[in-house]
């Protein structure tokens, strides 16, 4: 028996799903409100164990995950969206204000497609967002340039 890869379709225009997931109330509701007024839905988490349950139900086009989280560091998130097909194929990009020196080069070991420090520059966070889901970097299919 062959298992059909999930592939989300591309969301109408340019309204990708992006979940933020981070502890800090105020950087979510910032992160969230910067990235619906750049025409993105957002769904926020704030904990590694609610992390996989709403990718699961959301289904996002992207994941913007920081890595020091409680109930599960960012780490333990990378490798749990590993083992779902349906979530594998989810682009995330890292945001932590963990020091880059190692960490930068096991997030990418891990699977994420770019990090960023705290606080990033969002203009450069924003471009990151619009290539990986113009390229359908992930997820197949991308949105329209």
């Known amino acids: 028996m062959q ?14 799903k992006i979940m933020v997931v981070d502890d800090d109330p105020d950087l979510r509701h910032a992160l969230s409100l910067r990235l619906r007024a750049n025409d993105f839905d957002t769904v926020n988490v704030c904990d590694g164990y609610s992390a ?20 599960g560091d960012g780490f333990a998130v990378l490798k749990n969206l590993q083992q779902y097909p349906a979530l594998s194929v989810i682009p995330v990009i890292v945001l932590t204000a963990r020091d880059p020196e190692g960490n930068e080069k096991r997030t990418l070991e891990s699977g994420a497609v770019a990090f960023f420090q705290k606080p990033a520059d969002n203009e450069e966070l924003l471009g990151v967002i619009r290539a990986c889901l ?12």
């Open 3 to 16: 298992t059909e890869m999930y592939n989300p379709a591309p969301p109408p225009m340019n309204r990708a």
């Open 52 to 71: 996989i349950a709403m990718a699961q139900k959301e289904m996002p086009h992207l994941i913007i995950l920081d890595l020091g989280l409680p109930l």
């Open 134 to 145: 113009r390229t359908g970097s992930g997820w197949g299919g991308g949105l329209p340039a």
